[in-house]
């Protein structure tokens, strides 16, 4: 019985065009509009050297340190063929304030009482500008007051400035480069996953006497109902999952997503979302005691804010509500997917990654579960 109930189950299901479609034709398309409009956001930007004039006047003239500090910053690289930070041109005050005047410079430094910045409008030149200027004026008023209190360690603490030394190392959890723009990718996935939703649904009211003239006939049946849901429940998990299949293999072989290297893992991803997404289709089909169109319009809304925090159209988004309410990073089953998938490029090691599967399971479980006692609980007094 269950290959016969499975069997035409997944032909029914395949040949229902408005499903097939949200599930599986409406991801890829918008997974196509995301290759045309991140295709060149992961490349690397080519650095140019920031014009800026400082005026040489006599305050400037005496200030050996600036002056030292402003050329290591200014030469930085050379030796290597690397551009430096500022192309720096000496002048008046009067030429410097023609050169901004003509866009020529992105601002001047003018010695008056200490280094000032004039900048004619913010930007991010500007503001790395000013950085380096608070920087310098941070690194001087930390050695001024370990001199003063402590006069014999002005040779080494010289040495030190000099070297460049830092204390602090940074180190990768793996080889991959950080890149937001896959959230977007994997976010998308997890919105596909949640969109077997659907199916779920479907499913619920095919076995529902009240909502259907299917589900008349299957409690009419000489078969336990249930286990003709849980057979046409299968069918319906292994129908999107195969929609899901068709979705990673045209990010990661047409718009060359990266999912990492260990595929099965990849797989095992899909599978666990698949499952989670049929699941809540069917808890939301159990609960609301409506017709399908309810139930579809609740479910596309759920699938979308749910996919929205997990930063399909806002990749920020994600990290202010995992910032803002800790547990949404826990209970959000999009966030469960898209964490999922990213741990895998990411991280070197898999805690993460099961963490989010062991959660997805758990909840998948404990739908399924209350599906199970609300439809046993179902009874019709007449047909």
Not at 88 to 105: G, R
Not at 121 to 145: M, P, R, V, W
């Given at each position: 019985m269950f290959l016969h109930i499975f069997t035409n189950r997944c032909k029914c299901l395949v040949r229902d065009k408005v499903l097939m479609f949200w599930t599986l034709m409406f991801p890829i398309v918008l997974a196509s509009l995301f290759g045309l409009a991140f295709s060149n956001l992961s490349s690397e930007d080519k650095f140019s050297e920031i014009n800026i004039a400082v005026?040489?006047?006599?305050?400037?003239?005496?200030?050996?340190?600036?002056?030292?500090?402003?050329?290591?910053?200014?030469?930085?690289?050379?030796?290597?063929?690397?551009?430096?930070?500022?192309?720096?041109?000496?002048?008046?005050?009067?030429?410097?304030?023609?050169?901004?005047?003509?866009?020529?410079?992105?601002?001047y430094i003018l010695f008056d009482g200490g280094a000032n910045l004039v900048i004619k409008?913010?930007?991010?030149?500007?503001?790395?500008?000013?950085?380096?200027?608070?920087?310098?004026?941070?690194?001087?008023?930390?050695?001024?007051?370990i001199v003063r209190q402590n006069p014999t360690a002005f040779p080494s603490l010289m040495e030190d400035v000099m070297a460049d030394k830092n204390y602090l190392k940074e180190v990768s959890p793996s080889n991959a480069e950080p890149n937001t723009t896959l959230n977007y990718y994997y976010a998308l996935v997890a919105m596909a996953c949640l969109f077997g939703s659907f199916w779920g649904v479907k499913e619920i009211s095919a076995v529902q006497a009240d909502l259907s003239p299917q589900g008349a006939r299957v409690n009419?049946?000489?078969?336990?109902?249930?286990?003709?849901?849980?057979?046409?429940?299968?069918?319906?998990?292994?129908v999107h999952l195969f929609t899901i299949f068709i979705l990673i293999a045209y990010l990661s072989l047409f718009l060359?997503?990266?999912?990492?290297?260990?595929?099965?893992?990849?797989?095992?991803?899909?599978?666990?979302?698949?499952?989670?997404?049929?699941?809540?289709?069917?808890?939301?089909?159990?609960?609301?005691?409506?017709?399908e169109i309810v139930k579809i319009a609740v479910l596309v809304?759920?699938?979308?804010i749910l996919s929205f925090l997990a930063g399909l159209m806002m990749v920020d988004m994600?990290?202010?509500?995992?910032?803002?309410?800790?547990?949404?990073?826990?209970?959000?089953?999009?966030?469960?997917?898209?964490?999922?998938?990213?741990?895998?490029?990411?991280?070197?090691?898999?805690?993460?990654f099961f963490t989010n599967i062991g959660l997805l399971l758990g909840f998948t479980v404990v739908f399924y579960l209350i599906v199970y006692f609300v439809l046993r609980r179902q009874r019709y007094a007449s047909l």
């Open positions: 005026v040489d006047n006599n305050e400037y003239q005496s200030n050996q340190a600036f002056q030292s500090a402003l050329s290591a910053v200014t030469d930085a690289g050379q030796s290597s063929g690397e551009k430096g930070l500022f192309n720096v041109i000496l002048s008046t005050h009067e030429q410097a304030d023609e050169l901004l005047k003509n866009n020529k410079i992105e601002g409008e913010s930007g991010i030149n500007q503001t790395i500008i000013k950085t380096f200027l608070d920087d310098y004026a941070q690194i001087g008023s930390a050695i001024t007051n009419l049946a000489p078969a336990h109902k249930l286990k003709i849901f849980g057979y046409s429940l299968c069918a319906a998990a292994v060359k997503v990266d999912f990492g290297r260990d595929l099965l893992y990849v797989l095992l991803a899909c599978v666990v979302g698949s499952m989670m997404g049929v699941s809540m289709g069917a808890l939301i089909g159990a609960l609301i005691k409506k017709d809304s759920v699938s979308m994600k990290y202010i509500v995992t910032h803002a309410i800790p547990v949404m990073a826990y209970i959000n089953p999009a966030n469960l997917i898209t964490d999922a998938f990213y741990s895998l490029y990411y991280f070197d090691t898999y805690n993460r």
